[in-house]
């Protein structure tokens, strides 16, 4: 349940592939996926995005802030975890107040287990959202 009720997340996805267009605000988002197949353990994924629509909609939510992309394993054990500063601003957010869409790059993020991992999206140390990513043995070939 997210703890700060300023942030507003619209969206989370996970992809193999991000192409930003700035001068016109789009972002191409390629491969989108939830699951990934281990055939061992562990396993260490080359590397994926995390695209994230993060929007204020309270005042107080303005200004800098310190925003955290988390790798959980099943059990609840952070794996990895990255982030930096942000400036949220008044205008340009709409339908919100201000918003700011992030591309987070992941390389390397180990599977040590099967079952729901999760990425989770912190804005200074407060949990906001989470996206599911289940990582499975591959399936049976016919």
Known sequence: MPTDPA????YILLADQVQT????????ILGVFD????????MFYPGFFVVVLLAVEQ???LG?????IRFVRPGG???VETGGDIEFRAGGGAPYL???RLVIGMQGVPFREHGRHRIQLLVDDAFIAEH???AAPPPDSP
């Open 35 to 42: 699951r990934v197949f281990c055939k061992e353990l562990p």
């Open 21 to 28: 267009d700035v001068g016109h605000n789009k972002v191409n």
């Open 77 to 79: 054990q952070t794996e």
């Open 98 to 100: 201000a918003s700011i």
């Open 59 to 61: 005042e107080d939510g």
């Open 7 to 10: 942030f507003r997340v619209p």
């Open 132 to 134: 599911p990513l289940v």
């Open 64 to 68: 800098r802030h310190r925003v955290s």
